[in-house]
């Protein structure tokens, strides 16, 4: 951030902190990331061709993705969702009991999965394009 209407000769920006504390600020608590530093430092550019030097602060925000949330509500239900998917293929279908039994199983598998992905589908966006912490 800089203004480049003036330039190092008209304007001197100074940092006023170096170092943010989180509680100490104005910061608010997210569930899907966690806040782990601010810091800022002043920076010269002065490679412009007409010889002209801007002053310009340069943030950088350090943040860390809460995973758990993933682990248990997408990974794990897929995996034993598609691990069941592989235990219906390799039943036994000879008897006339275990034939119901693998297709009860199958559309149990199918139902959870489509439950999955209404819980996914409800904690999206409601938007045309993903945010870009989001979709990365």
Request: net charge negative.
């Amino acid at each position: 951030m800089g203004p480049w209407v003036y330039t190092k000769d008209e304007m001197t920006l100074i940092l006023p902190v170096d170092h943010w504390d989180p509680e100490g600020t104005t910061f608010k608590g997210n569930t899907e990331w966690e806040y782990l530093s601010l810091d800022g430092y002043v920076h010269l550019d002065d490679g412009y061709a007409d010889g002209t030097s801007y002053y310009e602060i340069v943030f950088t925000l350090s943040l860390r993705r809460k995973y758990m949330y993933y682990v248990m509500v997408l990974i794990l239900p897929c995996f034993i969702c598609c691990t069941l998917c592989l235990f219906g293929l390799f039943i036994p279908s000879e008897a006339t009991g275990l034939r119901y039994e693998k297709v009860n199983l199958g559309v149990s598998t199918l139902l959870a999965i489509s439950m999955i992905l209404q819980t996914v589908s409800a904690a999206m966006p409601k938007d045309k394009k993903l945010p870009r912490l989001g979709g990365a």
